[in-house]
């Protein structure tokens, strides 16, 4: 990580830009796997959408009718449980910015960093691991 104290600008790095980068893809892959999982009910027939070729069960649905059972129900299970351990990790994240003592952290969704004070009264011990090693202090 790419924590450091930013004492002059009353600030504190908590995420690099790599990190905020793989944050913001592994989101918008999951909103992606939403929508796939949304286009299996009859609303992508509504929409022809099940033309486009793609997912291991749409593709049983217009290429392989006799693809094994055993394959279909496995990749079922593997896409729901990927998808409520998503919506269940997204709805952590909503719940915490929701709360209105987290709304400083908004900014750090974006930038990566936080405000100084904020940290100092919300994150007091892991910003003392940061002070006590003065080489993170720029």
Not at 17 to 26: M, N, S, V
Not at 57 to 85: C, E, G, Q, R
Not at 88 to 112: E, Q, S, Y
């Amino acid at each position: 990580m790419a924590e450091k104290i930013l004492a002059a600008r009353n600030l504190v790095v908590r995420h690099a830009t790599l990190e905020l980068i793989e944050h913001w893809a592994i989101a918008l892959s999951g909103l992606v796997l939403l929508l796939t999982g949304i286009f299996e009910l009859p609303v992508a027939k509504r929409y022809y959408i099940i033309t486009v070729p793609g997912l291991v069960k749409t593709y049983k649905n217009i290429y392989a009718p006799d693809m094994s059972h055993t394959v279909l129900l496995m990749a079922t299970w593997i896409h729901n449980i990927f998808f409520v351990l998503f919506f269940l990790a997204f709805l952590a994240h909503m719940a915490a910015i929701a709360l209105r003592p987290n709304w400083p952290m908004v900014r750090g969704i974006f930038t990566g960093k936080v405000r100084l004070d904020y940290a100092r009264h919300r994150h007091a011990l892991w910003l003392n691991k940061m002070e006590t090693t003065k080489k993170d202090w720029v």
